[in-house]
């Protein structure tokens, strides 16, 4: 029918007939390429209860952006070794609040410590940032047992993340060589908190005006041992984690950006369905996150969050 519409039309019939489509595909496809990014090969999330067919997520293990509106999303659950199969189900409804997600069916023997996964992705997509950082064995071909510094960095925060908490965990990461530069990324629980500390040491200066006060930041940047530090917060990272990342040595590889026209056919987005009179787009990319220094970056666990 929109295709109808827009017949005899200029580009503007067609582009207000077929908008709201593309623009929610590129949004649904660019949140899942983000989301593999940071925990590609990792997991969405850890089961902590079971009740009924609800599943509590581990606070430390949740995400709001993961899960904003994921619902029909079709998930895999396995066992915490990420090879033992549960089975497959649909979220049926998302709870940000309780961090929780309600599935159409349970899939049997699930239990707490389970993993879930976006369906199919098992195995199967890149491995991100949390698993480069991670990883104590072979990846990209080269063992981490063996060269010390293709195995990235762990702190414990032990707590909640502090400025000082950062500055010590950077250190790991400069007696490897880190001397640029980081950006941290965090969970906007913990920028919270971050902020709050920050807007505590803050000192007011000649520029103070008692008509007006400004306050608030979209990033925290102050300078340390390495360089300049940039904290930013993102609804992708999960709760109880961040990462320090040198951002020179990371860089993202493959051939072919988020697109709707395939290879071979450039200049067609549309094809014809064979069963139904009307047309499908199919979005396509070819990309991965690549590191070739994770001994310059850091991840920080056992945050805990006001």
């Known amino acids: ?27 649904s496809v660019t949140k899942k390429m983000e989301i593999s990014m940071l925990y590609g090969g990792t997991g969405l999330g850890t089961v902590a209860s079971v009740t ?48 929780a997600i309600t599935l159409d069916a349970l899939p049997a023997g699930t ?3 389970d993993i879930i996964w976006m369906k199919t992705a098992r195995g199967n997509e890149m491995t991100g940032i949390h698993g480069i950082l991670t990883n104590a064995g072979t990846l990209f071909g080269i063992s981490a047992a063996t060269y010390s510094l293709w195995k990235g960095n762990s702190y414990n925060a032990a707590g909640q993340l502090s400025l000082n908490k950062i500055e010590k965990a950077i250190a ?32 007011f200066d000649s520029s103070y005006s008692p008509e007006t006060v400004k306050t608030g ?14 904290i930013e917060p993102t609804i ?12 020179q040595t990371f860089s993202r590889v493959g051939s072919c950006e988020v ?15 064979e069963a139904t009179a009307g047309y499908q787009l199919r979005a396509f990319s070819d990309q991965a996150v690549f590191c070739d220094a994770p001994g310059r970056s850091v ?7 006001s």
């Not at 019939?13 to 949004?27: G, H, I, P, Q």
């Not at 990033?219 to 340390?224: E, L």
């Not at 992708?236 to 951002?247: N, Q």
């Not at 697109?259 to 369905?273: I, S, Y």
């Open 1 to 27: 029918k929109a295709a109808a519409s827009a017949v005899g039309g200029d580009s503007k019939s067609f582009m207000d007939a077929t908008k709201f489509l593309v623009a929610n595909m590129v949004r």
């Open 236 to 247: 992708y990272c999960k709760e109880g984690h961040a990462y320090i990342l040198d951002m």
């Open 259 to 273: 697109t709707f026209e395939r290879p071979g056919g450039e200049g067609k987005f549309f094809q014809d369905l």
């Open 172 to 203: 790991l990461a400069v007696a490897k060589g880190l001397d640029s530069d980081v950006t941290v990324l965090v969970s906007p629980t913990t920028w919270a908190d971050l902020l709050s500390e920050q807007t505590a040491l803050r000192r």
């Open 52 to 99: 009924g067919s609800t599943l509590t997520i581990a606070t430390a293990e949740f995400a709001s952006g993961i899960w904003s509106g994921a619902e029909n999303m079709p998930v895999e659950i396995t066992a915490a070794d990420g090879v033992t199969v549960r089975g497959l189900a649909n979220v049926a409804s998302v709870s940000l609040e309780l961090k």
């Open 111 to 113: 239990v707490a410590t």
């Open 217 to 230: 930041s979209k990033a925290i940047t102050f300078y340390g041992q390495n360089g300049m530090v940039q």
């Open 299 to 305: 991840h920080i666990s056992g945050i805990v969050n």
